[in-house]
């Protein structure tokens, strides 16, 4: 009989966003605690959980290219259904419909597109930012944030939440620069990509000396990546960059890069956010 | 009885949008020939026609905050239906999921987001590029390009098609800006913002020297201004500025701007786009 000692244990990333399949287009899950945010869980792993469905689905072409997730509502730390739908299916890509249903409500919506990809011309034209290992900052303290937190090693290089310094100040930008991966480490796949392209906290907290409400309304990523270079990754830390352009009453945006240890651009990323002040 | 002269015409862009209620969630539209691509008609025109169902439906709530919209297969000049469904309403901000289908099939899904903006701390970060106006840049030649073009005054300022030079040669950069408005002119609002965000040619025909096949997969736009801020911008050209961060087998990213006469970042937009060489 095995010990239950030599059964390797999930990694929380893969425990939150188990899915089990209800019939070919429902799929039921459940966030933890340990990934809970202010409102609901953290949007990256509600993000990760929506992108496993098409993931896991029979009629599945290609890997992931783009996604959108729209926040609507906060998600219960109880089960939810996700329904993942092809609309499309073509030689080469194929498009998704998902929703996520709870308690008779769809708090989220998104749409996905998977592609397979053929060899081309290519090149990366963005310049990845030149900084020092991830060795050189320290681990972001987590105590005193959403315990979602505590799942991420965050070394931040600049732009760090300005009501955390020790004498807090508004800002003239809102860039950060940061080395983030999953704690305990983990090898990257497409899901713990899309969950760490929502790793950046607001760009407000950033600009603006003092907490206030906020909440993620639509996110988009792009995966510039394959599977191959995913596979490169293995569990290094990304260099992650984020931005915004515009905050105006009550909505900014914010687009952000996130790069392979080897130097390659893995994804982009933009959303748009609710804030209040 | 009136004469028809006095009957003012319906601007272009106003016929190739106009959508019939069918009933609360389903409205018909059909895009003339006058909006024609390379295959199928212009995406923006498209995504214009896929805003306009929840401008237009009984339960909206607010003005367009996010839209993203995904194309999945051709859209042919015969008419289609799209179905459009509230999500989720809040106090403040109400998601859709819309859908385009014609001939039993659904080429186009898209979600957006519509939000009642308030008066909040507000800040424009980034700059608006310093460029000559409209008046010194010539309109590009529409003669030997897709229909559409010609519905648009498009002036280059900088990273035009490089097929189109006398000496065809690569870049190094994506970039392009250019001054863009309706053709006639006409009074900028949220669907016609959002059809001009998608009149960046794509970014591989500035990089490469050859003309090869390619399509937006997903467009997403961000709206930053509210419909007091596009009134004031009137029909004025908007100055637009996009490039593109990673050519990867056969997908490629691009991320724009869109800026009002008055300097005000209007809109930003992102894309993901298959190309073939």
Redesign the interface.
Same mark, same amino acid.
């Given at each position: 009989m095995e010990s239950p000692a030599t059964v390797p244990a999930l990694h929380p990333l893969d425990a939150a966003t188990t899915l089990e399949a209800l019939s070919d287009d429902r799929f039921q899950g459940c966030i933890p605690p340990a990934y809970a945010n202010f409102i609901g869980p953290f949007g990256g792993v509600l993000a990760a959980c929506l992108l496993r469905a098409p993931c896991m689905h029979e009629r599945r072409l290609g890997d992931p290219?783009?996604i959108?997730v729209?926040f609507?509502?906060p998600v219960a730390q109880t089960p939810f259904e996700i329904h993942a739908r092809p609309?499309?299916t073509?030689r080469?890509?194929q498009?998704w419909?998902l929703?996520l249903h709870q308690d008779g409500?769809?708090?989220l919506?998104?749409?996905a597109?998977f592609?397979r /990809? /053929?060899?081309?011309?290519?090149?990366?034209?963005?310049a990845r930012p030149e900084v020092a290992g991830p060795g050189h900052y320290p681990p972001i303290d987590s105590r005193d944030l959403p315990a979602w937190v505590a799942n991420y090693d965050i070394r931040v290089i600049s732009g760090g939440m300005s009501f955390l310094a020790d004498s807090p100040r508004a800002q003239?930008?809102?860039e950060t620069l940061l080395w983030a991966r999953d704690l305990p480490a983990r090898p990257l796949d497409f899901p713990a990509l899309l969950a760490l392209s929502d790793v950046f906290f607001p760009r407000i907290f950033v $600009? $603006?000396p003092t907490f206030v409400p906020v909440g993620t309304?639509?996110l988009?990523t792009?995966f510039?990546?394959?599977a191959g270079e995913l596979a490169d990754q293995g569990d290094a830390h990304l260099l992650c960059r984020a $931005?915004? %352009? /515009?905050?105006?009453?009550?909505?900014f945006?914010h687009?952000g890069?996130l790069w392979g240890a080897g130097g390659a651009?893995l994804a982009?990323t933009?959303q748009?956010v609710?804030? %209040?002040?």
């Amino acid at each position: 009989m095995e010990s239950p000692a030599t059964v390797p244990a999930l990694h929380p990333l893969d425990a939150a966003t188990t899915l089990e399949a209800l019939s070919d287009d429902r799929f039921q899950g459940c966030i933890p605690p340990a990934y809970a945010n202010f409102i609901g869980p953290f949007g990256g792993v509600l993000a990760a959980c929506l992108l496993r469905a098409p993931c896991m689905h029979e009629r599945r072409l290609g890997d992931p290219l783009a996604i959108t997730v729209n926040f609507g509502g906060p998600v219960a730390q109880t089960p939810f259904e996700i329904h993942a739908r092809p609309t499309i299916t073509n030689r080469s890509s194929q498009h998704w419909a998902l929703e996520l249903h709870q308690d008779g409500s769809i708090p989220l919506t998104a749409t996905a597109v998977f592609a397979r /990809r /053929r060899e081309t011309w290519s090149a990366q034209e963005a310049a990845r930012p030149e900084v020092a290992g991830p060795g050189h900052y320290p681990p972001i303290d987590s105590r005193d944030l959403p315990a979602w937190v505590a799942n991420y090693d965050i070394r931040v290089i600049s732009g760090g939440m300005s009501f955390l310094a020790d004498s807090p100040r508004a800002q003239d930008s809102s860039e950060t620069l940061l080395w983030a991966r999953d704690l305990p480490a983990r090898p990257l796949d497409f899901p713990a990509l899309l969950a760490l392209s929502d790793v950046f906290f607001p760009r407000i907290f950033v $600009r $603006r000396p003092t907490f206030v409400p906020v909440g993620t309304i639509s996110l988009s990523t792009y995966f510039h990546a394959d599977a191959g270079e995913l596979a490169d990754q293995g569990d290094a830390h990304l260099l992650c960059r984020a $931005r915004g %352009k /515009r905050f105006h009453n009550g909505y900014f945006d914010h687009s952000g890069e996130l790069w392979g240890a080897g130097g390659a651009l893995l994804a982009t990323t933009h959303q748009v956010v609710y804030y %209040k002040e």
